[in-house]
């Protein structure tokens, strides 16, 4: 299992759609005892908050947020966790709306050390 993700700060490693999360959003993880949460912003996201669980490598959480435009919207997302040759850590994750159509893939990599 890789490491703990707890005061780790993630980054998109692309672009989503306008309204989402992307290049300029920045993810402040926490762990504990199985448990997952993250506070982000940036981008078109003015706050966001995550909320979940973790097995092994594996993590499940539900997701809201808040943009610009000032709609809010919320989904699902499972991820998985790796570790990238250099010793940071990366979020392959499937998430889901659910307060709107659409899903899809992304992934959210340690932001560098140092």
Known sequence: MARSLDDLVFVPVADQAPGQVGRQTRF??????GRVWAEYAGG??????????R?????????VQLRLDGTTASGHCTSRVTE???GRLRLEETWTWESQE?????????LPLG
Do not use: C, K, M, N
């Open 28 to 33: 402040a993880y926490h762990e504990e005892d």
């Open 44 to 53: 078109d996201v003015v706050r966001g908050y995550l909320v979940g669980t």
């Open 55 to 63: 097995a092994g490598d594996g993590i499940d959480f539900r997701y």
């Open 84 to 86: 990238l040759p250099d």
């Open 102 to 110: 659409g899903s899809g893939t992304s992934v959210v990599e340690q």
